[in-house]
């Protein structure tokens, strides 16, 4: 979730790459607030609205992968580098021999009808043919009422994506880069939330104020390496942010798979299996002859470690081929760098030494800023006075380094995400990401990182994993919704003083079924 312009093969960010149908965006989910028969779940997953917003390409096969599961206990708390492994081992038996995850699967036709077909649930398979643009609601074989909504809505996400890009120096969101060009893509300059001096590449320039919102410039001839000595101040000894805190998804469409479904039929034991894991695909049909640049069987070209699904795959799902997955928020952004190769879904366990790699070469980076804002870090940066482009290679040097990261508690602001007050642990950064799958605890309000809520602020959130969840601001612990706190940036030495993304969407949502909203310039829309 969260992930657009991923992978690399249909990132339209390149000036070479068209903007796919095949390009995920996000993936909702949370318990519905309907509870009239029981527990239901919500699941949306957005994707590029090519050829339009309302019209699918038919070239194309979505699904929503649906796992659940017991909430994750801890026998001993151990933060150990091999207690890590074991987790990672766990994680990996779990996926590959005990769950057996259903499936809504979506394909539509050249006349824009939709073939929707609910496989290997407890409650029965069925497959059922709708129109788009319409919610409708099916009844599957044991009688569970299902709502599915297949089409175009306004895009759900509200971020700042120039400001991250601009955090991690990804040059093609501001330069003319193709695709043929990987080493001028996040360059050796140190990832920052504040500006560095000399950053002449990425720095905000008032005489192009739209520079990587819409307007790219050639990129200069390198070296672009850059090894500041001090983040930039103004003269009012006030740094400046690489946010800005405007909604770059505003105005903007995306087609949708929508469900509402019953716990009841998503698993046979619903009071035992309160947690709901899923996560989204797309496929692009092989004789289409989209998406060159991935090969019509990757999965013996690229992901040889992925072979379990592709000795599973079906007649149908045999004449396409896998592009993209999206799970967990900023999973594949900003830790799978949005390889072409790592699109694994809730089989990401095979990355995860890369995982913790990665990590630590994003907190050289962000760890530093946050301790110039006065703020506890909880990466270990060696007090580093400015951020540095520094990569680990090797996990037994970068763990001490990203344990806390890794290990702590991921504290709420207060107690409304768990309304029964039961017994739930907080969720901690290595459980959100591997597996990647948005994990949908249905005793919650599934907010996140329970779930995720379509008002969620998740891209600030994500930010939070970096913060010392031990520390403490004017007597409060530091928490999830801590960058959030507009008070925060009051105070502090920054312009502009804003949080990093916006605190809600440019429209608002529906209070019922399809929930998001409208599409922009589609008034009327049923």
């Known amino acids: 979730m969260a992930d657009h312009n991923d992978p690399n093969a249909i990132n339209s960010i390149f000036s070479d790459i068209d903007v796919s149908a095949a390009d995920l965006y996000d993936i909702f989910g949370f318990p519905s607030d309907d509870r009239d028969g029981g527990d239901k779940v919500l699941i949306a997953l957005t994707f590029a609205a090519i050829p339009q917003a309302g019209t699918l390409d038919s070239d194309l096969l979505y699904r929503i992968r649906i796992a659940p599961d017991r909430r994750i206990t801890r026998d001993a708390d151990d933060k150990s580098l091999a207690g890590l492994f074991r987790y990672f081992d766990g994680v990996k038996k779990k996926y590959l021999s005990v769950l057996k995850p259903a499936e809504v699967r979506v394909t539509v036709d050249a006349s824009n009808r939709a073939t929707v077909k609910f496989m290997g649930f407890p409650g029965g398979s069925f497959t059922q043919v709708i129109d788009t643009n319409r919610s409708v609601v099916l009844k599957s074989p044991a009688g569970h009422a299902i709502k599915v909504y297949v089409g175009g809505r306004d895009d759900a996400f509200f971020n700042d994506l120039p400001g991250f890009f601009r955090s991690i120096n990804y040059a093609p969101q501001f330069y003319h880069v193709p695709h043929t060009m990987p080493e001028a893509r996040e360059l050796p300059i140190p990832k920052t939330f504040l500006e560095l001096e000399g950053n002449d590449l990425f720095n905000y320039n008032p005489k192009i104020p739209d520079h990587g919102r819409g307007v790219k410039l050639d990129l200069p001839p390198g070296p672009w390496n850059l090894t500041p000595k001090a983040f930039k101040k103004d003269a009012g000894g006030n740094f400046r942010f690489v946010y800005s805190g405007r909604d770059a998804q505003a105005g903007k469409n995306v087609n949708a798979v929508i469900v509402e479904i019953p716990l009841a039929y998503i698993t046979a034991t619903p009071n035992d299996h309160r947690i709901v894991n899923c996560w989204g695909e797309s496929w692009v049909r092989k004789a289409a002859n989209k998406v060159e640049t991935i090969p019509d069987e990757p999965f013996w070209v690229e992901r040889p470690l992925d072979l379990v699904d592709a000795v599973e795959l079906d007649d149908e799902l045999k004449a396409y081929k896998l592009v993209d997955t999206d799970g967990q928020a900023f999973a594949d952004a900003a830790l799978s760098e949005r390889e072409d190769s790592r699109q694994m879904g809730a089989n990401n366990f095979w990355l995860a030494p890369h995982f913790v790699k990665r990590l630590a070469h994003l907190g050289w980076g962000f760890g530093p800023s946050v301790t110039a804002l006065g703020l506890k870090c909880a990466f270990d940066h060696d007090n580093s006075p400015v951020s540095l482009h520094r990569y680990e290679h090797s996990v037994l040097t970068a763990f001490p380094r990203v344990k806390k990261v890794l290990f702590q508690d991921m504290r709420m602001p207060d107690d409304s995400w768990n309304p029964k007050r039961l017994d739930i642990p907080l969720r901690r950064a290595i459980?959100?990401?591997?597996?990647?799958?948005?994990?949908?605890?249905?005793?919650?309000?599934?907010?996140?990182?329970?779930?995720?809520?379509?008002?969620?602020?998740?891209?600030?959130?994500?930010?939070?994993?970096?913060?010392?969840?031990?520390?403490?601001?004017?007597?409060?612990?530091?928490?999830?919704?801590?960058?959030?706190?507009?008070?925060?940036?009051?105070?502090?030495?920054?312009?502009?003083?804003?949080?990093?993304?916006?605190?809600?969407?440019?429209?608002?949502?529906?209070?019922?079924?399809?929930?998001?909203?409208?599409?922009?310039?589609?008034?009327?829309?049923?």
Do not use: C
């Open 431 to 526: 459980e959100i990401f591997i597996p990647n799958v948005n994990s949908i605890d249905m005793d919650t309000t599934g907010t996140w990182p329970f779930g995720r809520r379509l008002e969620d602020q998740v891209a600030t959130r994500f930010l939070s994993v970096f913060l010392d969840m031990d520390a403490e601001l004017k007597g409060r612990k530091y928490d999830i919704e801590l960058l959030n706190n507009q008070a925060l940036w009051d105070a502090a030495p920054i312009v502009p003083k804003t949080p990093p993304n916006p605190l809600k969407n440019d429209v608002p949502f529906l209070e019922e079924f399809p929930y998001l909203a409208e599409p922009h310039g589609k008034p009327g829309y049923p």
